[in-house]
């Protein structure tokens, strides 16, 4: 699992050194602490005095109940925090996906609120997001008990324990909501969020800003042009995946890569960001996405004179259903099925 030591935070100062390659990661301390107290204030002062509550400002939850599955309370963030801070952590976040997972689109945020009897059933987000985040505003002394993100084990829980006992953590991992946390699961796992017991009062409550990342456009800066760069890219990522006519269509889900290209035109570095590549019938994708990284590394631009940074996804698999969607709508051509510029 990364720490925060491994990904710069918004205003962090660390630089990057592993890629998100587990089904779940978490970042401590993600942003400045002043603007996660700011937002947590907000929250307080908004169930303070309730006696004073007035419609416009307080009949904005809405709580949603799914018999067997979601029992909670939803919000529009900036109704109850302000708009200036959540789209200051709005912001932050998109950038940093955009730079630190190559995964430019962001929803805005939904807050929610679990109190006693509160959590989510087991289920998966996977025509929702690549990844769903979680950013916890529940304070860490509060007098309730579960409300950690549930997140499954890969793998098959029945053949992987058909000899042994197995129970709980064994099973699947539990996140507990930290404050200040950014928790990023793959949306393709089975995930849920453990009831709440204990307090019914909302400051003991998990309070949360969550909602989904997935592919947006390639980030490219410098002299070269997306156009330029995605026509040689796409053509070598074909070739690549050319060599896996048997297997290729098992393979679903990101890879993104950072590209350094030298001034001459030749790579400078070639890094992955995220490898949450998976394959349906459980085999190996070492050699698809190695296959793919060496044939990008051997992939000459023209000379451009000064560096470009170019930072992109590969979707195998294919683009989410959504996504394709949206570009449909807005007419965006630059689609080879397997990547987005
Ligand atoms: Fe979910």
Redesign the pocket.
Known sequence: MASQADIQTPLGATVVAAPVTTPFVTFDNFLPLDLAQAMRAAAEAHFQQPHAHKPDTHNVWNYWYVPGLYTYLRAVPERVLGREPVTAFYEGLRRWATQYLGLANVTWPMLSLYVDGCG?GI???ST?GRF?YVFSLTRNDRGSRGGETIVWKEGDPFRNSLDRANAGSGLYDLVPPVFNRLVLFD?RMP??VQRIEGSMDPLDGRLVLHGHISEGDAVVNGPLTPQTVQSILAPALDRALDAFPDTEGLHHGPLTLRLEIGPDGRLAGCRILVNRVARSDGGSTAPLVEKIVDTIKAVRFPPGGQPTLVIFPILTGGVLPMIRQQMAQQAQPQDSGHLRF
Do not use: R, V
């Open positions: 989510q289920h998966n987000d929702n769903g949306d995930h849920g």
